[in-house]
């Protein structure tokens, strides 16, 4: 401790419920959050998603913000009780990458029962249709029948090609984050970069 502050070291892990913002000033990160205020010294700070962080650097270019979108749904009708699911990770904005999970809604469920899809979009793209969840959900849908899920058995044709139930996907809520993209100076103390999280894992490993 020093000065009532916690000196940070390399591999903390800061994580707080309800964050508001992050305030770093001189040598100081200041945390706001439902937990209240806290506080940390540094030596050196990297700062990879400005959103929701106020600093004192220069901004060198002055860009949009967008937004990601985070849309919950519950998921039944698979045809069996998978226990895992090949996730989506595409290039287009419309859910860009779909999590299947687990969710605790149904007890002892130890299947996917729920995913999740993230899309992104800019702000004029954000109250119209073509990224709305209703259209998420048809990408959830399409996605399931891609990696070959098709639903509950419901009786065979005449011919003797089986019918299936589609499987239900049911939009429970959308979270919505605004992502800073402006562009700042980096300082003695505190420096900017833009890496998925992929890359970050990958460069700071060793």
């Not at 502050?5 to 945390?31: A, R, S």
């Not at 605790?104 to 899809?117: F, K, L, M, Q, S």
Request: glycine share 6%.
């Amino acid at each position: 401790m020093s000065r009532g502050h916690e000196i940070l070291e390399t591999g903390k892990l800061l994580n707080y419920e309800g964050l508001d913002v992050v305030k770093i000033e001189g040598n100081l990160i200041k945390i706001f959050s439902h937990e209240g205020i806290k506080k940390y010294e540094f030596k050196k700070c990297v700062v990879f998603e400005s959103t929701k962080v106020a600093v004192e650097n220069k901004v060198l270019k002055v860009k949009d913000e967008s937004f990601i979108s985070y849309d919950d749904f519950e998921i039944s009708n698979l045809g069996g009780r998978h226990t895992w699911l090949a996730p989506r990770n595409g290039y287009d904005s419309l859910a860009q990458k779909i999590y299947y999970y687990t969710s605790e809604r149904v007890p002892g469920a130890n299947y996917i029962t729920d995913c999740v899809a993230e899309t992104h979009m800019s702000l004029e793209e954000k109250d119209g249709f073509d990224l709305s969840h209703s259209m998420v959900r048809f990408a959830v849908e399409r996605h399931l029948q891609e990696i070959g899920v098709k639903g509950n058995f419901m009786k065979f044709y005449k011919n003797g090609k089986a019918k299936f139930r589609k499987p239900k996907v049911i939009h429970k809520k959308r979270i919505l984050k605004r992502v800073d993209n402006n562009e700042y100076e980096d300082c003695k103390r505190v420096s900017f970069k833009k890496m998925s999280i992929s890359e970050i894992l990958n460069e700071f490993s060793t």
